[in-house]
């Protein structure tokens, strides 16, 4: 199976922050890769997929980059309601496989 | 409205049987793949299962393989999940999930599962 590691597992951010989330594949996965936010009590919620593509309805604050085992999220200036755990998703084969999750909390 | 909607879980002891339904509507259910994914408490995103649109073609994550079994109705636009021989590591929210290329664009808002006696 692949394994996704995702860092920083927790990060403590102020408003208006720029936010960066790494997620390592244990093997090339080419830019299969989806980015999912989850609020508490919540489902997870498209962001990203194909690396770099943003879902639909989806704020262009959010950008994601990279390819073959390197990956990044990036929220380009954190806003109050982008508190939440982001988990990285690899689609490259099955099982498909997700990061352990960064939650991203008020400083 | 484009939706998911879950339902089924509950508590149930160790040995035991449940069947997880998730009715789709505001879309072509018969169109897509989908899958179910878990997520124990505390814990991250962990897949579980999928099925093709026709049903013909199933995967199993190694640690239900055997004991769950996904199915569809596409006349019903409805998933299944039926579980059986449950465990304590079973315990989890599940919720079913439209794919588009094995990503995940519509989840729906999970069911709760309880193994304990």
């Known amino acids: 199976d692949i394994q996704m590691t995702q860092s920083p597992s927790t990060l403590s951010v102020s408003v208006g922050d720029r936010v960066t989330i790494t997620c390592r594949a244990s093997?090339?996965?080419?830019?299969?890769v989806a980015w999912y936010q989850q609020k508490p009590g919540k489902a997870p919620k498209l962001l990203i997929y194909?690396?770099?593509t943003l879902q639909s309805g989806v704020p262009s604050r959010f950008s994601g980059s990279g390819s073959g085992t390197e990956f990044t999220l990036t929220i380009s200036s954190l806003q109050p309601d982008d508190f939440a755990t982001y988990y990285c998703?690899?689609?490259?084969?099955?099982?498909?496989?997700f990061g352990g999750g960064t939650q991203v909390e008020i400083k | 409205e484009v939706q998911l909607v879950e339902s089924g879980g509950g508590l149930v002891q160790p040995g035991g049987s449940l069947r997880l339904s998730c009715a789709a509507s505001?879309?072509?259910?018969?169109?897509?793949?989908m899958h179910w994914v878990r997520q124990a408490p505390g814990k991250g995103l962990v897949w579980v299962s999928r099925?093709?649109?026709?049903?013909?073609?199933?995967t199993y994550a190694d640690s239900v393989r055997g004991r769950f079994t996904i199915s569809r109705d596409n006349a019903k636009n409805t998933l299944y999940l039926q579980m059986n021989s449950l465990r304590a590591e079973d315990t989890a929210v599940y919720f079913c999930?439209?794919?588009?290329?094995?990503?995940?664009?519509?989840w729906g808002q999970g069911t709760v599962v309880t193994v304990s006696s």
């Open positions: 999930a439209r794919a588009v290329s094995d990503y995940f664009d519509l």
């Open positions: 099925i093709q649109t026709d049903g013909s073609t199933t």
């Open positions: 093997q090339s996965i080419s830019a299969w």
């Open positions: 998703q690899q689609c490259h084969s099955y099982p498909v496989t």
């Open positions: 505001g879309f072509t259910f018969s169109s897509h793949w």
């Open positions: 194909r690396a770099s």
